[in-house]
């Protein structure tokens, strides 16, 4: 039996039921949900800083030590209180209370170059989550200032590098003008202090204690795929992955392409041979580089993988996270009572195994694989079985409802329309449907700096010119401004049939004018131009990515409304059906709060009785994955419906969960499966192009796709019709009788679920995060 081995006792404490009997490189441990791998963590660095007070510890940046932070605070602050105690002693953690204050700390890696008293630099975050968080010693701590590493003559890097841009090829190239020459000296310089910082880890004896997560093609730190497993300390570039992830921090891919990193070696991290070191990662979307570190045989191309040399590495995983490793399957379908939803997956995982078409698998085809010889009463009709169950699947999909009330949410602007849109087109054709759209964050973070500005001078353009004719009304700085926000949307939507651009941008720099008189209260033209001025001055003086002031952030969300309206008002939605919650719990912040009752509950719930849809639609991400703000606005929809089933009887309300560029559903795991034709795909395209502005440059794109979300949600539809063909055959479509099956090229996947089956996938990671913040 594999991955028995060494655990240690809070680790004890971890492991469930699941037979380990496949090999893997290195030892793993999977729980529920996000929270509990914060905890998990936690409670590993506690056992072994009471062990080694003197100890090295690095340990990462970015959104997935939320949970580590908050438990490990939280114990320590808490030790002696009952909870805590019997918390410390359902995990094993029979030790003294640790004191972190002796420990030394290495950073891990940084942005080069990047101001080290920005919010957004790596710098930044240790120093206030770690050092000063985890009351750590700054003198025993060897951290990367980019303010502080030596250049040529003396220079900052501002200097030397006026445009945040560094050229490596200057390290093997000759200078073509005095800047580079100081540009190719201040490099080698740069490289001789990544050496020396390399030099004085190996002093301290290496790292004892090292946490990191993994990246979208498995990186760890900034080991890039394809890093050498003897790397030591360096300045280099990264890959397009990297760099879509690193988009978010640094205020969008622009600038992070442009950005490199200084980053420890993967024998940085290996060095001392006795260390612990842990990846954790969360949600289905790291499962395939999870199992590419933990199966697949140690290399260069799974950076992750160079664990697999330390007695004490670790993997700490979600149950998402491990889903595709050959333990999880397994179990999946050894466990429990056998289902449609098992045959269903396990033939078409053969079909996918053996690129052979289901009506071509023969009974001897089944009976040798180790899933699909499992199914029972296997026979020759079994694959009928799947295929019947694949085709009422989209009997249900093309089903035409009537006198329905769509209540559609999507924790950002874009997410419906990415997961839904060709199915709500569909059904929105019977006028007996109601429909309403409620976007329940603000969205500004997706808008960046240069898109507000450049929208801001064209404003101000058309004011001084005297072309936004609304403001010489008498009572526009009174009440006027409130008005007439659907001709907003029509007179862009005309100008996109009349193919005028400059019209287009007159009508949202209507709409920018409205919403500048509201958020600061203007009462004259001469303000009016005077403050959008200023704004375009504060947000020159800013930095890439910073957070910026309350009602900036309004006034970039307010895009993002304006966009969403543009988009249902194609199929003639009007504004007042479209919703914008800007729900509290969504600041910007590194780590976005948990949703509060009163707060971010009880607006939905208000929602909800209002409107009283029979439907509601939400994006599906009971554990966690995906970004966070995902599975938060579950919850917060979870608990208003909770409330709503107190008084009244929903036992008719139909929830929707669908999947879009973040994460995928497997045909197995749905219940409505909707064709969608060229037709459909380009009006999703064409409605995402002319209306989400903010979103065309793809500035904070998917690691999946170098560019528009539209168009990855419509290879994700490529790709799904594509497993699902194995299944049925081609000319289930291109010989159908129907039209639209005839026509399909593509097909958009949800899950049906009745209210108690909601409540019951959101309940697991409530209870989870109960007390949580």
Not at 20 to 49: C, H, Q
Not at 546 to 575: C, D, S
Not at 686 to 699: I, P
Request: aromatic share 12%; proline share 4%.
């Amino acid at each position: 039996m594999e991955n028995k081995r060494n655990f240690t006792p809070v680790e004890e404490s971890f492991l469930n039921d699941l037979s380990r009997n496949s090999k893997t490189n290195i030892p793993y441990i999977a729980v529920d949900n996000f929270p509990n791998l914060g905890m998990l963590t936690a409670l590993r660095f506690l056992e072994w800083a009471a062990g080694n007070p003197n100890g090295v510890i690095s340990l990462p940046t970015g959104k997935t030590p939320e949970y580590f932070i908050y438990w490990t605070k939280h114990i320590l602050e808490n030790w002696e209180k009952e909870n805590i105690i019997e918390l410390r002693k359902k995990h094993n953690l029979s030790v003294q209370k640790p004191s972190l204050t002796e420990l030394h700390f290495i950073q891990i890696d940084e942005f080069y170059p990047i101001k080290s008293s920005q919010a957004n630099s790596f710098y930044h975050y240790v120093n206030k989550y770690y050092i000063e968080g985890l009351g750590l010693k700054r003198e025993n701590a060897l951290l990367i200032n980019c303010d502080e590493i030596p250049l040529a003559y003396g220079k900052s890097f501002e200097e030397v590098f006026p445009s945040h841009k560094v050229d490596l090829e200057l390290r093997y190239r000759e200078p073509q003008n005095p800047l580079e020459k100081l540009q190719k000296e201040s490099i080698f310089l740069i490289d001789n202090w990544c050496s020396e910082y390399e030099q004085q880890i190996r002093k301290l004896g290496g790292i004892g204690f090292f946490l990191g997560g993994i990246g979208p093609d498995g990186h760890i730190a900034f080991n890039i795929k394809g890093s050498d497993p003897y790397s030591t300390t360096r300045l280099t570039s990264t890959n397009f992955e990297t760099q879509a992830v690193a988009a978010g921090d640094l205020g969008g891919i622009e600038i992070s392409r442009e950005r490199l990193v200084i980053t420890i070696g993967l024998e940085t991290i290996t060095y001392n041979k006795d260390a612990v070191a842990i990846i954790f990662a969360a949600g289905e979307a790291k499962a395939p580089m999870i199992k590419n570190a933990l199966e697949l045989p140690p290399s260069n191309l799974y950076p992750a993988s160079v664990l697999s040399c330390l007695p004490n590495g670790r993997f700490y995983i979600t149950l998402g996270a491990a889903s595709t490793l050959n333990d999880f399957i397994a179990d999946y379908y050894q466990s429990g009572n056998w289902s449609q939803e098992k045959t269903d997956k396990s033939v078409m995982m053969l079909t996918q195994k053996l690129n052979k078409y289901a009506e071509h698998l023969t009974l001897e085809d089944l009976q040798s694989d180790p899933y699909t010889q499992l199914i029972p009463d296997l026979n020759e009709d079994t694959v009928q079985s799947v295929i019947t169950s694949i085709e009422n699947k989209i009997k249900k999909g093309t089903e035409a409802l009537t006198h329905e009330v769509f209540y559609h949410t999507g924790p950002h602007h874009d997410d419906i329309s990415l997961g839904l849109l060709p199915y709500i087109h569909y059904q929105s054709r019977n006028e007996t449907n109601e429909s309403h759209y409620s976007v329940l964050t603000s969205g500004f973070t997706a808008v960046t700096n240069k898109f507000l500005t450049d929208i801001l001078r064209a404003t101000l353009l058309f004011t001084e010119k005297g072309e936004i004719e609304m403001l010489n009304y008498p009572d526009f700085f009174e009440v006027g401004y409130k008005n007439k926000r659907d001709k907003d949307v029509y007179h862009y939507l005309i100008n996109i049939a009349s193919e005028n651009a400059d019209e287009r941008s007159r009508a949202v720099s209507h709409r920018m004018v409205r919403n500048i008189v509201e958020l600061w209260g203007l009462k004259t033209k001469q303000e009016l131009e005077e403050k959008i001025t200023e704004v375009i001055a504060i947000i020159n003086s800013s930095y890439d990515g910073q957070n910026p002031e309350q009602k900036i952030q309004t006034l970039k969300g307010m895009i993002r409304e304006y966009e969403e309206e543009l988009v249902w008002a194609h199929f003639g939605v009007r504004t007042k059906n479209v919703h914008h919650l800007r729900l509290g719990f969504y600041t910007g912040a590194i780590f976005t709060e948990k949703p509060k009752r009163e707060r971010d509950v009880y607006p939905i719930l208000q929602q909800l009785k209002t409107i009283n849809p029979t439907v509601i639609s939400l994006a599906f991400d009971p554990e966690g994955s995906g970004p966070d703000t995902h599975y938060k606005v579950l919850q917060a929809i979870a608990a208003a419906v909770r409330e709503w089933s107190k008084e009244k009887d929903l036992s008719q309300l139909k929830i929707w969960g669908y999947r879009n560029v973040w994460y995928q559903f497997n045909a197995a795991d749905v219940t409505h499966i909707f064709p969608v034709s060229l037709n459909g795909m380009s009006t999703m395209d064409e409605s995402f192009t002319n209306s989400y502005l903010s979103q065309v440059n793809a500035s904070f794109p998917s690691y999946r796709y170098n560019g528009k979300f539209s168009h990855l949600s419509i290879q994700t539809w490529v790709e799904q019709l594509q497993a699902s063909q194995l299944i049925l055959g081609k000319p289930y479509f291109y010989d159908n009788e129907s039209p639209r099956l005839r026509a399909t090229h593509g097909l958009l996947f949800f899950k049906e679920m009745n209210v108690e089956e909601f409540l019951q996938s959101a309940r697991e990671l409530e209870q989870s995060t109960e007390g949580v913040f």
